[in-house]
């Protein structure tokens, strides 16, 4: 079959399967499928980029896009003036009170790793070069907590219940998307530069100990993020159905369609998510077509292939590696943006590496590694069998269970249970892709 044919038909079914859960279930879910279908595709892109271009394992997923959440509540929220200021009324130590600590601390911090990597660097291995970067980072840490402990704690306690942190800029929630590509990249860069130089299995030990990292710090540190009690009401890129009730034409779609005013201004919001989505992902898909098919992009591959004969042509390979680990992530970083845009909320907690790391790799193995038209509709895939797996085990339980009484042990073990087929059919999906379609959907070319 022609591979643009088939392509097509491809794309055809997942759009005609949207369809049906709209017409058989709800369009609000079937929208709310379709945006988080066109987020999920945008991180298969960037792990593609990662996976397909260079052959990077990258299984820090998380973190990056956590990061990226985070740019939102920095960008979009309102500062918490007494935040900023707590602690410092009345105070004879006002530099370790609310922001003035927290800097002080922080740049005491950065301080003391920039010592301590001057100091490996420069002094013979021995144990006068152990003694000495044991003292400066215990010194370090000291000195910091001194300044840093007392602003943390004095910023958590300003009205812990709804605030408790320091808020954001009070800017438009859009421009956190650019801002969250720009911090996972900046991230990732870092990361490079310590790992890449490294074997494979480092830069996968290294990603995911990172991950883990900016997870468990957005958790424990409050007066950044709320930790686990959440940020709630992040401004939003589209009006609220609320805003949008009382709007002459949304009450006129209303009724022509039949539907109720508020169910209607659900779907507007979400029809207005998905428009800007589908731009950004039409965007990045251009530019990732365009650099695949360029000349850096056939050198790309090239390394991927066969590194020792990369090196042979005389290719930085370590310096190309760096360069797509920060532009995959910073892409991953531009999704976890725009999902907590989608949310109105950052949920620390939820950044669980089944999520937001197994799962985007199996939309990238599905979908067709290397290629990024199947990212793109590995995103898709996953994701709709990933919400309607739970819903179709249920069905599946209960029609199984029919001929057995409401209360049969059997019945209610297996009814408690449904919810777990989900991660069965991802496991079986990925299964049955690897042995009938090991090159995935659409195939790289």
Same mark, same amino acid.
């Given at each position: 079959?022609?591979?643009?044919?088939? &392509?097509?038909?491809?794309?055809?079914?997942?759009?005609?399967?949207?369809?049906?859960?709209?017409?058989?279930?709800?369009?609000?879910?079937?929208?709310?499928?379709?945006?988080?279908?066109?987020?999920?595709?945008?991180?298969?892109?960037?792990?593609?980029?990662?996976?397909?271009?260079?052959?990077?394992?990258?299984?820090?997923?998380?973190?990056?896009?956590?990061?990226?959440?985070?740019?939102? @509540?920095?960008?979009?929220?309102?500062?918490?003036?007494?935040?900023?200021?707590?602690?410092?009324?009345?105070?004879?130590?006002?530099?370790?009170?609310? *922001?003035?600590?927290?800097?002080?601390?922080?740049?005491?911090?950065?301080?003391?790793?920039?010592?301590?990597?001057?100091?490996?660097?420069?002094?013979? +291995?021995?144990?006068?070069?152990?003694?000495?970067?044991?003292?400066?980072?215990? !010194?370090?840490?000291?000195?910091?907590?001194?300044?840093?402990?007392?602003?943390?704690?004095?910023?958590?306690?300003?009205?812990?219940?709804?605030?408790?942190?320091?808020?954001?800029?009070?800017?438009?929630?859009?421009?956190?998307?650019?801002?969250?590509?720009?911090?996972?990249?900046?991230?990732?860069?870092?990361?490079?530069?310590?790992?890449?130089?490294?074997?494979?299995?480092?830069?996968?030990?290294?990603?995911?100990?990172?991950?883990?990292?900016?997870?468990?710090?957005?958790?424990?540190?409050?007066?950044?993020?709320?930790?686990? &009690?959440?940020?709630?009401?992040?401004?939003?890129?589209? +009006?609220?159905?609320?805003?949008?009730?009382?709007?002459?034409?949304?009450?006129?779609?209303?009724?022509?369609?039949?539907?109720?005013?508020?169910?209607?201004?659900?779907?507007?919001?979400?029809?207005?998510?998905?428009?800007?989505?589908?731009?950004?992902? !039409?965007?990045?898909?251009?530019?990732?077509?365009?650099?695949?098919?360029?000349?850096?992009?056939?050198?790309?591959?090239? *390394?991927?292939?066969?590194?020792?004969?990369?090196?042979?042509?005389?290719?930085?390979?370590?310096?190309?590696?760096?360069?797509?680990? @920060?532009?995959?992530?910073?892409?991953?970083?531009? !999704?976890?943006?725009?999902?907590?845009?989608?949310?109105?909320?950052?949920?620390?907690?939820?950044?669980? +590496?089944?999520?937001?790391?197994?799962?985007?790799?199996?939309?990238?193995? @599905?979908?067709?590694?290397?290629?990024?038209?199947?990212?793109?509709?590995?995103?898709?895939?996953?994701?709709?069998?990933? @919400?309607?797996?739970?819903?179709?085990?249920?069905?599946?339980?209960?029609?199984?269970?029919?001929?057995?009484?409401?209360?049969?042990?059997?019945?209610?073990?297996?009814?408690?249970?449904?919810?777990?087929?989900?991660?069965?059919?991802?496991?079986?999906?990925?299964?049955?892709?690897?042995?009938?379609?090991?090159?995935?959907?659409? +195939?790289?070319?």
């Amino acid at each position: 079959m022609n591979p643009l044919l088939r &392509n097509l038909i491809l794309f055809s079914a997942m759009a005609a399967a949207l369809v049906l859960t709209g017409s058989m279930q709800s369009w609000a879910l079937a929208l709310t499928i379709l945006n988080m279908s066109l987020i999920s595709a945008i991180m298969a892109l960037g792990v593609n980029m990662q996976w397909g271009y260079a052959g990077l394992f990258n299984v820090g997923i998380a973190g990056f896009t956590a990061l990226g959440g985070l740019a939102a @509540v920095l960008i979009a929220m309102p500062p918490v003036g007494d935040a900023w200021a707590a602690g410092m009324a009345g105070s004879d130590q006002p530099w370790r009170s609310g *922001i003035a600590g927290i800097l002080l601390g922080l740049s005491l911090g950065g301080l003391t790793l920039f010592l301590a990597v001057s100091i490996y660097r420069r002094m013979a +291995p021995g144990r006068l070069r152990v003694l000495t970067l044991l003292g400066i980072l215990v !010194a370090g840490y000291l000195a910091a907590g001194y300044f840093f402990g007392p602003a943390r704690t004095a910023i958590m306690r300003v009205n812990p219940a709804s605030e408790g942190y320091l808020g954001g800029l009070g800017l438009p929630v859009v421009l956190s998307w650019p801002v969250g590509a720009a911090m996972a990249g900046g991230l990732a860069w870092l990361v490079g530069k310590v790992a890449l130089g490294l074997r494979s299995d480092y830069l996968a030990i290294a990603t995911l100990g990172i991950g883990e990292i900016v997870v468990a710090v957005l958790k424990f540190e409050g007066w950044l993020s709320r930790g686990v &009690n959440n940020v709630v009401g992040i401004p939003r890129a589209v +009006p609220r159905p609320v805003e949008l009730q009382r709007l002459d034409w949304v009450q006129q779609l209303s009724e022509r369609l039949g539907l109720g005013l508020a169910e209607t201004a659900r779907i507007v919001e979400l029809l207005g998510y998905a428009a800007l989505f589908i731009a950004v992902l !039409a965007i990045l898909i251009w530019l990732s077509e365009k650099a695949l098919n360029s000349p850096w992009g056939r050198m790309m591959r090239a *390394i991927r292939d066969n590194e020792t004969a990369a090196r042979a042509m005389g290719k930085d390979v370590t310096r190309r590696h760096l360069t797509i680990f @920060v532009l995959g992530s910073g892409v991953c970083g531009l !999704a976890g943006a725009m999902m907590v845009t989608l949310d109105g909320q950052l949920t620390p907690g939820s950044y669980e +590496p089944l999520r937001f790391t197994f799962l985007i790799w199996v939309m990238v193995i @599905v979908g067709g590694s290397g290629n990024n038209w199947g990212a793109v509709l590995g995103g898709f895939v996953i994701w709709f069998l990933w @919400v309607q797996a739970e819903p179709m085990g249920r069905w599946m339980m209960d029609t199984i269970t029919s001929g057995l009484a409401s209360d049969h042990p059997l019945r209610v073990h297996l009814m408690a249970q449904a919810a777990h087929t989900r991660l069965i059919m991802m496991g079986a999906a990925l299964l049955l892709m690897l042995r009938f379609a090991p090159r995935g959907l659409i +195939p790289e070319r």
